[in-house]
């Protein structure tokens, strides 16, 4: 059971709904180290091919590169809400800044593929608690109200970084020496500890919550076991390899056999399943597992069209992902005023159809699409992404007290997670397998049998598009300050800690005693 010396009320004591001088310098500061691992992940991807010619090594070999780092982020993942509750947000931010630091750092340094591999690692034990924290700082310290607003502001670069990545990783490869793609993240990591180091305040309270090393045991190890069975499933193409049916079979068993342990468990789990009872949160959790399919499945099938189906270049690529990143931008701003005002479920109702109806051109593409009606349709499919996402990281909270808010955010972060990359391998298997049939009988595939190969993918990402409207309808129809004033607060179980991630300064928190 936790222990308490006092529990700063996350509200602000003049006007609950709104957004103050504090709330927002702490959100820019805790943007300025997320950004970066943003970055990192989508520039990494573009330099692959560099990275295999500069090691001489084959592909199979390089991939390890992004493997390693996948498995990095799902081992610590499920970790990261018991590390804020028992350390507070503060030191956990900087813990995470400091590991991407000397990790970015060292794959800079790295004299091999194997050391760089091994760095990756490094690399993705910060990158994975860096989101998960940001988001359980933000949830205490802007409550319910003021949830809405605040994700749509940070939700900004997090939607356009996968956008921009490709462009800055292209330039740089294209101009610098590969050993930048890592070292451009060390004067930007320097800066944000430095900016948390002296503007975010300590934690104002303790907890001792026990470890759940049996739960640790089986949920980090079953995530990522999971993840490598994707990542190799998209690098082979199917699922009939050995290396991906092995990995695939432990991690649901892991992850059974921890849903099993954690509902009978007498101590606080990693992830505690209980909050599933909550139809708001279950429909979060599912809904982020359907988006990261949706939207890193995109991302990944985008840029391979305009390349292999286009003959465009890595830079131009990416340029021409800009309108989604414009449609995301519009769709954050004009969420930023009526997301906390309107109830979630008609938002991400609108938001999925908008996705549907940008996805629409893209099952029909061939060598010479208009790059109009793409762009066009890139910029509605950016519009229904923002409405749909950001209405659904700030309902996952609705219903549940403060202690649980670190453990809701490591929940939905593996959801995503394990979406993305179930939604990167399951369009590597379909396009390969398209492919494959084109090239029946050893003739070159030429340009339109590509595109058609793009065009049945891209109807699979519309497809889990659509299957999410029925979870839409598990999201609450009012907004949060409606279904607070309207009902009261839920108590806080006698197990679970009490504790804040971060103390929150005077503008934005009045304290009483415990």
Known sequence: MATQESTPQVVSSADPDKIDGALVRLALVLLAGVVVVQLDATIVSVALDRLGRAFDVDIPTVQWVTT???????????????????????????????????????????????????????????????????????????????????MAVVSVPALLTPVLGPVLGGLIIGSLN??????????????????AWCTMPEAATTTRQRF????????????????????????????????????????????LAFGGYALRTRIVPLIDLRMFRSASFSGSAGLMFLFGISLFGGLFLLPLYEQQARGRSPIEAGLLLAPQGLGMMIGMITLGRIVDRTGPRRIVLIGVALSVLGSVAYTQVTPHTSEILLGASLVVRGLGL????????????????????????????IFQQVGASLGTAMLSVVLATVLRNAAHGGHPVDAAATAHAYAVSFWWTLGFSIVAVPLAFLLPRDSAAAQL??????????????????????????ETDG
């Open 68 to 150: 390693a780092y996948l498995l990095a982020l799902a081992m610590v993942i499920p970790v990261s809400g018991w590390a804020v509750s028992r350390f507070g947000g503060r030191r956990m931010w900087l813990l995470a800044l400091a590991l991407f630091l000397v990790g970015s750092a060292l794959c800079g340094v790295a004299w091999s593929v194997d050391s760089l591999i091994a760095f990756r690692v490094v690399q993705g034990l910060g990158g994975g608690l860096l989101l998960p924290v940001m988001q359980t700082i933000l949830a205490q310290a802007a409550g319910p109200r003021r949830l809405g607003r605040l």
């Open 178 to 195: 590969w050993r930048w793609i890592f070292l451009i993240n060390v004067p930007v990591c320097v800066v944000a500890f430095v900016l």
């Open 212 to 255: 759940d090393s049996v739960g640790f045991a089986l949920l980090s190890p079953g995530l990522a076991a999971v993840v490598y069975g994707f990542a190799e499933a998209g690098r082979h193409g199917g699922f009939s390899s050995v290396t991906v049916i092995v990995p695939l079979i432990i991690g649901v068993a892991l992850l």
């Open 386 to 413: 923002a409405a749909a996402m950001v209405p659904v990281m700030s309902t996952a909270y609705v219903g549940l007290s403060t202690a649980e808010i670190p453990r809701a955010t490591s929940a939905v972060r």
């Open 485 to 510: 004033s309207a009902e009261p607060a839920e108590p806080v179980r006698s197990d679970a800690p009490v504790a804040p991630a971060v103390a929150v300064p005077a503008e934005l928190a009045g």
